[in-house]
């Protein structure tokens, strides 16, 4: 069945960096776009970012842009995020998520999420 | 990249219908027929109920049912149950290629 377990959260100083990373199984990795989502505590959900499924072409949420980086490696069935210049806005609980074989498919499978508390 | 519009809150007994509004403009919602839903209970991760504005994935009860008109998409639960108290999440693709999610709806039965 398919699998997308995060990890990588935890706190951090404003300013700082953070990787996140996504362990997918269950399916072919390299044939779906994925996704991450996050969800500051009590609020809703905001789309981050996707990723294409050959990892050429990325799209970002404007509040992200320009410090985040999504990335991923096939060979290894992973998902990452790159996180640099946190703030604490960026406290929340991120998703990973498949999509499908094009970018306007639905996120059928999600992760149990990872906590990204920025804090001093 | 404004968020969509949901009502905060909608309620409804057992086995009565409800309907959540989503709310977009032309470049998201009213553009595109890939307008989602997604189920949340609490501490949970959320669940994809609605695809491409109408169509169940496997599994999902035909109680849930979605439509769209103009910039406003709509999810309807029938036959309330227990079970549905949770928060719905609208989601669309946009002009950009992105993605936009609604501010979610606390479903109370």
């Known amino acids: 069945q398919v699998q997308l377990v995060e990890s990588g959260g935890g706190l951090v100083k404003p300013g700082r960096s953070l990787r996140l990373s996504c362990a997918a199984s269950g399916f072919t990795f390299s044939d779906y776009y994925m996704s991450w989502i996050r969800q500051a505590p009590g609020k809703g959900l905001e789309w981050v970012s996707y990723?294409?499924?050959?990892?050429?072409?990325?799209y970002y949420a404007d509040s992200v842009k320009g410090r985040f980086t999504i990335s991923r490696d096939n060979a290894k069935n992973s998902l990452y995020l790159q996180m640099n210049s946190l703030r604490a806005e960026d406290t929340a609980v991120y998703y990973c998520?498949?999509?499908?074989?094009?970018?306007?498919?639905?996120?059928?499978?999600w992760g149990q999420g990872t906590l990204v508390t920025v804090s001093s | 990249q404004s968020a969509l519009t949901q009502p905060a809150s909608v309620s409804g007994s057992p086995g009565q219908s409800i309907t959540i509004s989503c709310t977009g403009t032309?470049?998201?919602?009213?553009?595109?027929?890939?307008v989602h839903w997604y189920q949340q209970h609490p501490g949970k991760a959320p669940k994809l109920i609605i695809y491409?504005?109408?169509h169940r994935p496997s599994g999902v009860s035909n109680r849930f049912s979605g439509s769209k008109s103009g910039n406003t998409a709509s999810l309807t639960i029938s036959g309330l149950q227990a079970e549905d108290e949770a928060d719905y999440y609208c989601s669309s693709y946009t002009r950009s290629s992105t993605w936009v999610f609604g501010g979610g709806t606390k479903l109370t039965v």
């Open positions: 998520a498949r999509g499908r074989g094009y970018s306007y498919g639905p996120l059928g499978y």
């Open positions: 990723i294409t499924s050959s990892g050429s072409t990325m």
């Open positions: 491409d504005v109408r």
């Open positions: 032309s470049s998201d919602v009213g553009g595109y027929d890939y």
